[in-house]
Nanobody, 113 residues
Framework: VQWVESGGGLVQPGGSLRLSCVLSGVDLRYYTMAWYRQAPEKGRELVARVPFGGGPIYADSVKGRFTISRDDAKNAGSLQLTNLKPEDTAVYYC????????WGQGTQVTVSS
């Protein structure tokens, strides 16, 4: 199993980013796809998840600002981040929920002026 995230970067407050994820080794259709983040000196936080054939669920902290999607034909997914805030700064990871080890490397999102 391999999760590969991309699309992070440095953005100003109020800006947007689109994170992408590709999964290899297992069929994503059997899993709920999820995005997590981990800020410095904090634990990993579940940000959003979307089950196969179901609707998305978001953490209160990102509701209305982030949009999760999945492309089962490509075994991939994405997370659209808008109206970013400094507190969104973290390493973002895609995985399933519950998660499957090992985790990918993640992609760094830094929100700063």
């Amino acid at each position: 199993v391999q999760w590969v995230e991309s699309g992070g970067g440095l953005v100003q407050p109020g800006g947007s980013l689109r994170l992408s994820c590709v999964l290899s080794g297992v069929d994503l259709r059997y899993y709920t796809m999820a995005w997590y983040r981990q800020a410095p000196e904090k634990g990993r936080e579940l940000v959003a998840r979307v089950p196969f054939g179901g609707g998305p669920i978001y953490a209160d902290s990102v509701k209305g600002r982030f949009t999760i999607s999945r492309d089962d034909a490509k075994n991939a997914g994405s997370l659209q981040l808008t109206n970013l805030k400094p507190e969104d700064t973290a390493v973002y990871y895609c995985n399933s929920h519950p998660n499957i080890d090992p985790w990918g490397q993640g992609t760094q999102v830094t929100v700063s002026s």
